[in-house]
T-cell receptor
Framework: AQSVAQPEDQVNVAEGNPLTVKCTYS??????LFWYVQYPNRGLQFLLK??????LVKGSYGFEAEFNKSQTSFHLKKPSALVSDSALYFC?????????????FGRGTSLIVHP | NAGVMQNPRHLVRRRGQEARLRCSPM?????VYWYRQLPEEGLKFMVY????????ESGMPKERFSAEFPKEGPSILRIQQVVRGDSAAYFC????????????FGQGTRLTVV
């Protein structure tokens, strides 16, 4: 069975500082990895994905993520955080679980950017 | 191209009533997923459907819950005889064909059972 772990319930960072939101995954076969953001009382918005190729993936709003196969990680990063980045972030994986490639999500990490 | 549309946005039901949640996927998307979100618990997969077929319902409770995605019309998540523990946000997502495609989410339906 596939799974995603987001080890931090909350990440606090000062505005202008770099941020990292951690994600590790477990899946048989090649993973397809995704990051989403959720603002209060809204649905999830897609940020970026890793399918194949370069390990560093760039996405929306200046976010990027680094795929590390040996560590089975896909950490989300941003060089300079904004207060408006404060939200709930979800990592997701799609893999051949039972043949259906259902997106499986982590528990989410609350990012708080302080002015 | 309209996004994934869910309605209603908010639904209040008394214990024992039925709740019907609707989801219209994005145009051209043939795959629909339903998730439930509770505070501190993240997104829990419930069911995966394609047109007229349930592909995987391993995350859905065996009793009181059912889902469909008919040939015409929206996907429906139905909860019979609701209990307070069913109170949650229910999200629908859709994706096109292809295992490496991202899913697009609706705004969710917030069900409150009183």
């Amino acid at each position: 069975a596939q799974s995603v772990a987001q080890p931090e319930d909350q990440v606090n960072v000062a505005e202008g500082n770099p941020l990292t939101v951690k994600c590790t995954y477990s899946v048989s076969g090649n993973p397809y990895l995704f990051w989403y953001v959720q603002y209060p009382n809204r649905g999830l918005q897609f940020l970026l994905k890793y399918i194949t190729g370069d390990n560093l993936v760039k996405g929306s709003y200046g976010f990027e993520a680094e795929f590390n196969k040996s560590q089975t990680s896909f950490h989300l990063k941003k060089p300079s955080a904004l207060v408006s980045d404060s939200a709930l972030y979800f990592c997701a994986v799609r893999g051949p679980s039972g043949g259906s490639y259902i997106p499986t999500f982590g528990r989410g990490t609350s990012l708080i950017v302080h002015p | 191209n309209a996004g994934v549309m869910q309605n209603p946005r908010h639904l209040v039901r008394r214990r024992g009533q039925e709740a019907r949640l609707r989801c219209s996927p994005m145009k051209g998307h043939s795959h629909v997923y339903w998730y439930r979100q509770l505070p501190e618990e993240g997104l829990k997969f419930m069911v995966y459907l394609q047109k007229e077929n349930i592909i995987d319902e391993s995350g859905m409770p065996k009793e009181r819950f059912s889902a469909e995605f008919p040939k015409e019309g929206p996907s429906i998540l139905r909860i019979q005889q609701v209990v307070r523990g069913d109170s949650a946000a229910y999200f629908c997502a859709s994706s096109p064909e292809g295992m490496n495609t991202e899913a697009f989410f609706g705004q969710g339906t917030r069900l409150t059972v009183v």
